[in-house]
């Protein structure tokens, strides 16, 4: 059987392997590693969906491989939409995860609206030009971190509907549910139809 093969745009191999278990064995997901792309893919948009076509843009040129990229954000109703497209780097350019939830509970002491949600934009490209898969899972931003799994903004995050947030929630369930589950699954849907 003849593998089609598709750029991740990622050298995140934890999202290349969550992926590529998605997809089935008539893919074959390479990363940015596997085509030799040693560079740093510009984000310079001001939107979570710019940066994934972006990114997507980037790499189909130089290397006219059918290709993905994905680009999330948390997005907060009353910060105004933050820490959104500069969720990786909220609390400055080297912060950890922990500085980045600590500056959005900071941010929230004296608010009493605490709804948020996660958006992940997938963008496709090949021949034919870009498609885009968007995941969006609605919920709270809590007063103290619970959990311990996960990364990012989990363990602040609980979804609307469960009790739990995204870090005490076992993998499978967070992907069941999760914007990028959510994203990823559209993309498959469309992968179907694209494979020969
Ligand atoms: P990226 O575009 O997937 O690299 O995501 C940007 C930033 O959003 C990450 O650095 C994390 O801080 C945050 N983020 C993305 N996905 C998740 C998630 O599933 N849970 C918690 N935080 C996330």
Same mark, same amino acid.
């Given at each position: 059987? *003849?593998?089609?093969?598709?750029?991740?745009?990622?050298?995140?191999?934890?999202?290349?392997?969550?992926? !590529? !278990?998605?997809?089935?064995? *008539?893919?074959?997901?390479?990363?940015?590693?596997?085509?030799?792309?040693?560079? %740093?893919?510009?984000?310079?948009?001001?939107?979570?969906?710019?940066?994934?076509? !972006?990114?997507? %843009?980037?790499?189909?040129?130089?290397?006219?491989?059918?290709?993905?990229?994905?680009?999330?954000?948390?997005?907060?109703?009353?910060?105004?939409?933050?820490?959104?497209?500069?969720?990786?780097?909220?609390?400055?350019?080297?912060?950890?995860?922990?500085?980045?939830?600590?500056?959005?509970?900071?941010?929230?002491? *004296?608010?009493?609206?605490?709804?948020?949600?996660?958006?992940?934009?997938?963008?496709?490209?090949?021949?034919?030009?870009?498609?885009?898969?968007?995941?969006?899972?609605?919920?709270?931003?809590? %007063? %103290?971190?619970?959990?311990?799994?996960?990364?990012?903004?989990?363990?602040?995050?609980?979804?609307?509907?469960?009790?739990?947030?995204?870090?005490?929630?076992?993998?499978?369930?967070?992907?069941?549910?999760?914007?990028?589950?959510?994203?990823?699954?559209?993309?498959?849907?469309?992968?179907?139809?694209?494979?020969?």
């Amino acid at each position: 059987m *003849k593998k089609t093969e598709i750029v991740f745009a990622t050298n995140n191999l934890h999202k290349l392997k969550e992926v !590529q !278990q998605a997809v089935g064995n *008539k893919i074959i997901l390479l990363s940015l590693k596997d085509i030799n792309f040693k560079g %740093e893919i510009p984000e310079t948009q001001d939107t979570i969906e710019g940066n994934s076509k !972006q990114k997507v %843009e980037y790499i189909f040129e130089r290397y006219n491989i059918p290709c993905f990229a994905d680009d999330t954000g948390l997005i907060i109703d009353s910060l105004n939409g933050e820490p959104g497209v500069y969720s990786a780097r909220y609390a400055g350019e080297a912060c950890s995860f922990k500085d980045n939830c600590d500056k959005v509970l900071r941010n929230l002491a *004296k608010k009493k609206d605490r709804k948020a949600r996660f958006k992940t934009v997938i963008s496709f490209m090949d021949q034919h030009g870009i498609k885009t898969f968007e995941g969006v899972v609605e919920g709270t931003i809590l %007063e %103290e971190y619970k959990g311990s799994d996960g990364f990012g903004y989990d363990p602040i995050f609980k979804p609307v509907g469960y009790n739990e947030t995204f870090a005490e929630m076992t993998t499978e369930l967070k992907n069941e549910i999760s914007h990028r589950g959510l994203a990823v699954k559209k993309l498959l849907l469309f992968l179907e139809s694209y494979l020969p």
